[in-house]
């Protein structure tokens, strides 16, 4: 009798670990997803990160650019002196505008 309840004890305690074994089979699949995610935001963020380093440098380059060439329509300017004529219409047209502008903001 001892025999056959520790035959049953431990059929049962075999079947108890089966179920358990059964049972974190989902959350062990579910942490390699979680695990996979995780892997595939890191790649993520690093490629975010280098066009963004990429991106900088790009627009450092322009504001470079831009410095550059306004030294060089200073300069320009600078030695043009004032353009009579041409410039004197310009500049007429430009105050008529800020008037319009001005007006059409007051209003």
Sequence with gaps: AEAAEAARA???AA??????????RPLQAAVAEGEEAAAEG???RAAL????ELADSHLE????AAQAWCSQACSLGA???PLP??????????AAEQ?????LSSS
């Design 10 to 12: 431990e059929a049962e």
């Design 15 to 24: 079947e108890r670990a089966d179920r358990a074994v059964a049972e974190r």
């Design 61 to 64: 380059e322009a504001h470079r």
């Design 79 to 81: 030695q043009l002196g």
């Design 99 to 103: 008037r319009r502008s001005a007006q």
């Design 85 to 94: 004529g041409k410039l004197s219409a310009l500049e007429a047209a430009l």
């Design 42 to 44: 890191r790649v993520a």
């Design 49 to 52: 990160a280098s066009e963004l």
